[in-house]
């Protein structure tokens, strides 16, 4: 039997919750800042749901063997004032985020040998609180580890599938490469169908262009044709997706800017690499923000 506290239960924390909860071998708490009663998950398998037990003070928070951490990169200081009622020494933390600084994120608040960053790929959404679109097959990535295995393990009676990788750096910036080309449908306020669009995706390859030299300078082994894959990415998708940033637009929350396409300025700035698509991105969606 496994304790994990899912802190953040929106379209990643709840689907993950909800799988997790299937599992009988698991006691599944959310730790949430917006009170919700149930998860209901509409799953490409059909829907599922869950009452896990639900925290809703730091205060009433007990240990964990594992930690997952769901909410959004900027979210780091309100997430972090639950660790300290969640973790024992042993608490394993897993980091479920986007952009390429997991590890970052929380070294102010945890030793590193417990945090174990996650790559998650699971085109999902949020209707309300506590229920999700989960609109396609949800897949992880983690690096190749004792925690790495503990954290297939935790999965393993679940159809979300889960992968340890020796690359874990190469696995974030592919992944940040992707991300980077979404900043456009934020800017536009249209889901993947912009990508068809024979200047956008001009627009696309340059930005991801940036992204790709911007991680190798930091270690990554990709080549020029991620550019290409991604494009081809976005043009596969659902025309109407609509990617996080684009929905947090939408829904008038703060977007990832920086985790995104801000990190990509900073890092590039740090190696001489310039990056100015990104900048441009990045100025327009602080603008967009207010
Ligand atoms: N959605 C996707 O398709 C997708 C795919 C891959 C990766 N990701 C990444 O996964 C991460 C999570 O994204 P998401 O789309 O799941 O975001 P989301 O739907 O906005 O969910 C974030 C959740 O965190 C909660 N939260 C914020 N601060 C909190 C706090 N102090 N204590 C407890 N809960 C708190 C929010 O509560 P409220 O209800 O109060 O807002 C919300 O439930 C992001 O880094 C994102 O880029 C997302």
């Given amino acids: 039997m496994a304790n994990i506290t899912i802190i953040g239960p929106g379209a990643i924390g709840g689907t993950v919750a909800a799988w997790l909860a299937q599992d009988p071998r698991h006691r599944i708490t959310l730790a949430v800042r917006t ?7 509409h799953t490409p398998q059909g829907v599922i ?13 007990t240990p964990a063997d594992w930690v997952l951490i ?7 200081v309100g997430t972090s004032r639950w660790l300290d009622g969640l973790c024992r020494p042993d608490t394993l933390v897993a980091v479920l985020q986007n952009g390429v600084e997991h590890m970052e994120r929380f070294a102010p608040y945890l030793p590193s040998e417990r945090i174990l960053p996650v790559m998650v790929d699971c085109p999902a959404e949020r209707l309300r609180p506590g229920v999700i679109h989960q609109r396609g097959t949800g897949r992880m990535v983690v690096p190749r580890g004792r925690s790495g295995e503990a954290f297939v393990e935790l999965f393993a009676q679940t159809p979300i599938e889960v992968a340890e ?3 874990f750096k190469t696995e974030i910036w592919k992944k940040l490469c992707y991300n980077s080309a979404g900043a456009l449908s934020a800017i536009l ?6 990508s068809r669009h024979a200047a956008v995706a001009q627009v696309m390859r340059g930005i991801v262009r940036e992204c790709l030299a911007v991680g190798l300078a930091e270690g990554a082994r990709l080549d020029e044709s991620v550019v290409e894959n991604v494009v081809s990415g976005y043009r596969a998708a659902p025309p109407d997706s609509v990617n996080s940033m684009h929905a947090d637009r939408i829904a008038g929350r703060p977007m990832e800017i920086d985790a995104r396409n801000g990190v990509i300025v900073r890092l590039g700035g740090k190696h001489g690499i310039p990056t100015p698509l990104n ?11 207010g």
């Fill in 49 to 61: 749901s869950a009452q896990p037990r639900v925290l809703t003070e730091p205060a009433q928070a």
């Fill in 70 to 76: 769901a909410t959004k990169a900027y979210d780091v």
């Fill in 279 to 289: 900048a441009l991105c990045v100025g327009l969606l602080e603008a967009a923000q």
């Fill in 189 to 194: 306020l249209k889901g993947a169908v912009i």
């Fill in 165 to 167: 990788t020796p690359d």
């Fill in 35 to 41: 009170r919700l009663d149930r998860l209901e998950v």
